[in-house]
């Protein structure tokens, strides 16, 4: 069945380095979300992509999506501790209607 | 608006009894997903409906664990009988539209079962 990857699990940042989390899927997705988790709270949608090599920005962070539409990265540019939370990216396989698979989050911790 | 509300937040519970988790969706959407969360299996898709039909159970676990929903403003899952390693925080989330919409999540129910 479909998977979907992300790396790395974990990630310790100071305060202003830059962060990076990657989303591969077993197969070619037809859309790839993001969500947000802080710790103790529900995952919160950040955004999604559908076009084949789209990037998308807001305010730091980056979106993209393979021109394969098979992986998706996130980047965040000079983190705050207000980044801290677990990433999420979410793919709904081509062909598979509704379903939307999570990958297994990526926990980023900053250090001030 | 009110978002996604699940009860109950917290449940403790024996092996072998039964637990009923309850989701309301927010209004207008149509689509309704369970995910269960554990720290070893992340973050797992049970079942979604859609229209309140299920269109994929492939995620249920076994046969102790069945969901319903009745009406659009409605679903529960049920486990029974329960057992230690159904312990996990359980969230609904609901979308407006089937395949390309945002999924809002509530604040989920944490099951533990001892």
């Given at each position: 069945g479909q998977q979907v990857m992300q790396i790395p699990q974990y990630q310790h940042v100071q305060e202003g380095e830059d962060f990076t989390t990657y989303c591969n899927s077993s197969t070619t997705l037809s859309n790839i979300q993001w969500y947000k988790q802080r710790p103790g709270g529900h995952p919160v949608f950040l955004i999604q992509l559908v076009k084949s090599g789209e990037v998308k920005k807001q305010k730091r962070l980056t979106f993209q999506f393979g021109e394969a539409k098979k992986n998706s990265s996130l980047h965040i540019t000079a983190t705050q501790t207000t980044d801290v939370g677990t990433y999420f990216c979410a793919g709904r396989g081509a062909n598979q209607g509704g379903k939307l698979i999570f990958g297994q989050g990526t926990e980023l911790s900053v250090k001030p | 608006d009110a978002g996604v509300i699940q009860s109950p937040r917290h449940e403790v519970t024996e092996m072998g009894q039964e637990v009923t988790l309850r989701c309301k969706p927010i209004s207008g959407h149509n689509s309704l997903f369970w995910y269960r969360q554990t720290m070893m299996r992340?973050?797992?898709?049970?079942?979604?409906?859609?229209?309140?039909v299920p269109i994929d159970d492939s995620g249920m676990p076994e046969d102790r664990f069945?969901?319903?929903?009745?009406?659009?403003?409605?679903?529960?899952?049920k486990i029974q009988p329960s057992?230690?390693?159904?312990s996990a925080v359980y969230f609904c989330a609901s979308s407006l539209g089937h395949a390309t919409g945002e999924l809002f999540f509530g604040e989920g129910s944490r099951l533990t079962v001892l």
């Amino acid at each position: 069945g479909q998977q979907v990857m992300q790396i790395p699990q974990y990630q310790h940042v100071q305060e202003g380095e830059d962060f990076t989390t990657y989303c591969n899927s077993s197969t070619t997705l037809s859309n790839i979300q993001w969500y947000k988790q802080r710790p103790g709270g529900h995952p919160v949608f950040l955004i999604q992509l559908v076009k084949s090599g789209e990037v998308k920005k807001q305010k730091r962070l980056t979106f993209q999506f393979g021109e394969a539409k098979k992986n998706s990265s996130l980047h965040i540019t000079a983190t705050q501790t207000t980044d801290v939370g677990t990433y999420f990216c979410a793919g709904r396989g081509a062909n598979q209607g509704g379903k939307l698979i999570f990958g297994q989050g990526t926990e980023l911790s900053v250090k001030p | 608006d009110a978002g996604v509300i699940q009860s109950p937040r917290h449940e403790v519970t024996e092996m072998g009894q039964e637990v009923t988790l309850r989701c309301k969706p927010i209004s207008g959407h149509n689509s309704l997903f369970w995910y269960r969360q554990t720290m070893m299996r992340g973050l797992e898709l049970l079942i979604y409906f859609n229209n309140n039909v299920p269109i994929d159970d492939s995620g249920m676990p076994e046969d102790r664990f069945s969901a319903k929903m009745p009406n659009a403003s409605f679903s529960t899952l049920k486990i029974q009988p329960s057992e230690p390693r159904d312990s996990a925080v359980y969230f609904c989330a609901s979308s407006l539209g089937h395949a390309t919409g945002e999924l809002f999540f509530g604040e989920g129910s944490r099951l533990t079962v001892l």
